[in-house]
């Protein structure tokens, strides 16, 4: 019997190869971080590890699982795993804390207007005034946008700081941490509540370009807004009008429609606006626990057992 073809085409912790190789023995894994390494390869694997060219999935015919190194399920690869039967998992439910800690981040330098206190220490500016517009969190009303994971850890963060949290879901239920849950069709009824929004939604059909200028003048006056998730998820030009009129007090963003943000987009001149380089993730990319993820779910796949953060190809995520 022929050992089973892994391509890892994906960045590993030092030495993890060998002790996959040394684990599985009735593996046959290929070291294919090498973009001509993974191509020529491809052709043999039964299960990819990362993410492989999907231009060249059609001559992967024998492929049956890709274990992705990130959240969520790149549109490109959804129709052709479909088409070709190939399973897909990601690294759902790893995210949760350290992106809600950004997202916090975020939201206590703008309330503490720490962004401002940051600019007058360059400028060896003492000026006490920045007290007087900033803000507290407790008492405040956050609205989550997508309570999965990411959103929940968000839920659990506020709710310890004496916040009141209200989010929505494509699929309304109680979840843990929220007040109150709205279904995403009452999504300009919990915006009015809110002091500020996060925004932790998986970029699918379904939420591209959700929130626009009705939504955004749905917000309070004097709003924050958050996002963690996926640029798209609002329409940009709404989002920089509400800013620049002041509909919106700030903006924490991680995320953008176009990345890497254009040197002549609004948003890197906005003073009300904190820019991080889409990065929140990163402790979890730069840690050994994607590849602790694929390791737990080769073993389930050899056992037959069902595997951790599986994609819904059609729902994208």
């Given amino acids: 019997m022929s050992k089973q073809a892994i391509l ?10 060998a002790r996959w190789t040394k684990e599985f023995s009735d593996c046959d894994f290929i070291d294919a971080r090498d973009l001509q390494v993974a191509a020529r390869e491809l052709p043999r694997a039964t299960i990819v590890y990362g993410l492989p060219d999907t231009t060249l999935l059609p001559q992967a015919t024998g492929l049956r699982w890709i274990q992705l190194a990130s959240a969520g399920v790149p ?13 897909v998992t990601n690294l759902a439910g790893l995210y949760g804390p350290t992106i809600a800690e950004h997202a916090l981040g975020l939201m206590l330098i703008l309330s503490r207007n720490l ?4 600019f007058n220490q360059r400028d060896k500016k003492w000026d006490r ?8 969190l407790h008492g405040k009303t956050i609205a989550v946008v997508g309570l999965g994971n990411i959103g929940q850890n968000i839920a659990r963060l506020t709710k310890a700081l004496g916040m009141r949290v209200v989010g929505c879901r494509r ?8 007040d109150r849950v709205y279904d995403v069709r009452e999504i300009k009824t919990m915006l009015a509540e809110a002091d500020y929004v996060a925004v932790t939604a998986p970029l699918t059909r379904g939420t591209t370009g959700l929130l626009g200028p009705a939504e955004f003048q749905a917000m309070r006056q004097g709003a924050f807004y958050i996002n963690v998730s996926r640029g798209p998820v609002a329409q940009e030009a709404a989002l920089v009008d509400a800013l620049q009129s002041g509909r919106l007090a700030g903006a924490g963003l991680d995320v953008f429609a176009v990345e890497p943000l254009p ?5 890197w001149t906005l003073p009300n606006v904190v820019i991080s380089p889409h990065y929140s993730g990163d402790t979890v990319n730069n840690s050994a626990l994607p590849a602790q993820r694929f390791a737990r779910n080769l073993r389930n796949s050899l056992a037959e057992r069902d595997l951790e953060g599986v994609g819904d190809l059609e729902l994208g995520y």
């Fill in 129 to 136: 005034t920045v007290a007087n517009t900033m803000r507290d």
């Fill in 115 to 118: 962004h401002i206190a940051q």
């Fill in 263 to 267: 040197a002549g987009h609004p948003l």
């Fill in 75 to 87: 549109a490109a690869l959804c129709p052709v795993a479909a088409q070709q039967n190939i399973r």
């Fill in 171 to 178: 699929t309304p239920r109680p979840t843990p941490f929220t």
């Fill in 8 to 17: 890892a085409c994906h960045w590993l912790p030092d030495g993890e190869l």
